[in-house]
């Protein structure tokens, strides 16, 4: 089952306020956007983005990728460059980026990416970011050569603010005073609640920074203002099987809180899949930019309705125009869906050796299960009237636990999760 959950998969195992005296937040600096103007707002998750310095593409880091959780780590240049161009392009006024900013914590990909960042937020794009499990005191940092890998350094809580200090954490805030948690204000009557449940420990909330979430969402409250939250590990459970380490450890008790101050939704990434969960409180997880379709998502609000809507990243446009000739980039969307379905598959392999299959019927059940992973990934619809003949194999098979796992996407995947829509009363 470990090797199942493709999310959890990793190098070397895984696992101030101001307020005035009536309690009332006083912001120093006031640049959010008028009350009548809609907002536009542009989201990714686990970018996982690792220093070019740190690789030369030998045999272990191609044995890692191969054999991890599907993110395309042999493009994650391109990738990012790509993201950042579009984002560029598309100009939206915020840019959040909800943790996982890096492969393991290296100090260098830390550093690269933040002048890659710069770029966009030069352009005009205000970014907020948040650290995710993958970003402070890495002990697995590594740079990749020939066979072998070396231990690099990674970074802590401080060096996270002191690198990302224009990225949220400096910018239009109420910063927490135990963790890298802030509040940033999007516009007079809309706030987004960024909040760090990595720096204090992995996926923990202090006391402290709960008593700060509530003092924030009970002025919000009484002033009407509308509240988005947004967090690196999961606040509801998504699908059974991803629960333990990817649930904040308090999410109930966080979840009850956010209802009774009405937080719109919930933004989050940390399992690699796009799913939305929209019954009481909403979440929406958008899918690790660097796994097949390499989502980002794009969400507008304008006091009324907040509309949310995966978008897939054109790699392979931009490809064209760097004159790039590589043909994996240039056929970028089904070259990468290919590699998910790849990696699916090798998860299934072994489960088989043993088996009374024959060879077309082992090739059958690898092709249904990789399908339907990558499918449930992507976030997309999925009918198992197309994939009844390997639905009927696995189930006769004996397997222990893939047939409860199609299961729960087949529950999941009764509808897409591409987008969401929420309208205020």
């Known amino acids: 089952m470990g090797l199942l959950i493709m999310a959890i998969a990793s190098f070397l195992g895984y696992k101030s306020s101001t307020w005035s005296q009536e309690g009332s937040f006083q912001s120093q600096l006031v640049t959010f956007s008028s009350q009548e103007k809609p907002i536009n707002i542009a989201v990714a998750t686990d970018l996982h983005y690792l220093s070019s310095s740190l690789t030369d593409?030998?045999?272990?880091?191609?044995?890692?990728?191969?054999?991890?959780?599907?993110?395309?780590?042999?493009y994650i240049e391109e990738i990012t460059e790509s993201f950042v161009a579009t984002i560029i392009r598309e100009k939206p006024e915020i840019l959040i980026l909800s943790g996982d900013l890096t492969f393991n914590g290296e100090r260098q990909s830390h550093l690269d990416l933040e002048k890659k960042l710069s770029r966009i937020r030069q352009n005009g794009t205000q970014i907020l970011v948040i650290p995710g499990n993958h970003d402070i005191d890495r002990s697995s940092a590594a740079g990749f050569y020939g066979d072998g890998y070396e231990l690099v350094d990674s970074i802590n809580k401080e060096e996270f603010d002191k690198i990302y200090q224009d990225y949220g954490l400096?910018?239009?805030?109420?910063?927490?005073?135990?963790?890298?948690?802030?509040?940033?204000?999007?516009?007079?009557?809309?706030?987004?609640?960024?909040l760090d449940s990595n720096s204090h420990g992995t996926n923990e909330i202090s006391d402290q920074t709960f008593s700060?979430?509530?003092?924030?969402?009970?002025?919000?409250?009484?002033?009407?203002?509308?509240?988005?939250?947004?967090?690196?590990?999961?606040?509801?459970?998504?699908?059974?099987?991803?629960?333990?380490?990817?649930?904040?450890?308090?999410?109930?008790?966080?979840?009850?809180?956010?209802?009774?101050?009405?937080?719109?939704?919930?933004?989050?990434?940390?399992i690699h899949i796009q799913h939305i969960e929209d019954s009481g409180l909403s979440e929406i997880l958008t899918s690790a930019l660097p796994v097949s379709p390499h989502h980002y998502g794009i969400l507008e609000f304008d006091g009324k309705t907040l509309d949310y809507q995966a978008k897939i990243l054109d790699v392979a446009s931009w490809a064209r125009e760097?004159?790039?000739?590589?043909?994996?980039?240039?056929?970028?969307?089904?070259?990468?869906?290919?590699?998910?379905?790849?990696?699916?598959?090798?998860?299934?392999?072994?489960?088989?050796l043993d088996s009374q299959l024959t060879s077309?019927?082992?090739?059958?059940?690898?092709?249904?299960?990789?399908?339907?992973?990558?499918?449930?990934?992507?976030?997309?619809?999925?009918?198992?009237?197309?994939?009844?003949?390997g639905l009927s194999l696995m189930q006769e098979t004996g397997l222990s636990f893939y047939p409860t796992y199609i299961d729960s996407i087949l529950k999941s995947a009764e509808k897409g999760h591409e987008s969401f829509q929420l309208e205020l009363e």
């Open 360 to 389: 077309l019927e082992r090739e059958l059940l690898l092709q249904t299960f990789a399908k339907l992973n990558a499918d449930y990934f992507a976030g997309r619809q999925i009918d198992p009237a197309n994939h009844q003949q």
């Open 322 to 352: 760097q004159g790039l000739t590589d043909q994996n980039l240039l056929d970028f969307s089904q070259a990468s869906r290919a590699f998910m379905e790849q990696v699916s598959a090798r998860k299934l392999e072994p489960d088989l």
């Open 170 to 194: 400096q910018e239009s805030i109420e910063k927490d005073d135990t963790s890298l948690s802030y509040l940033y204000r999007a516009r007079k009557d809309f706030w987004i609640l960024m």
């Open 212 to 270: 700060w979430i509530e003092e924030i969402l009970k002025d919000a409250k009484e002033q009407d203002i509308q509240v988005l939250a947004v967090s690196h590990q999961n606040l509801l459970a998504h699908n059974p099987y991803f629960t333990e380490g990817f649930l904040i450890h308090r999410a109930q008790e966080l979840e009850a809180l956010y209802e009774k101050y009405d937080v719109l939704a919930n933004l989050s990434g940390h």
């Open 57 to 74: 593409g030998g045999f272990f880091f191609t044995d890692l990728v191969n054999n991890a959780d599907g993110k395309n780590m042999f």
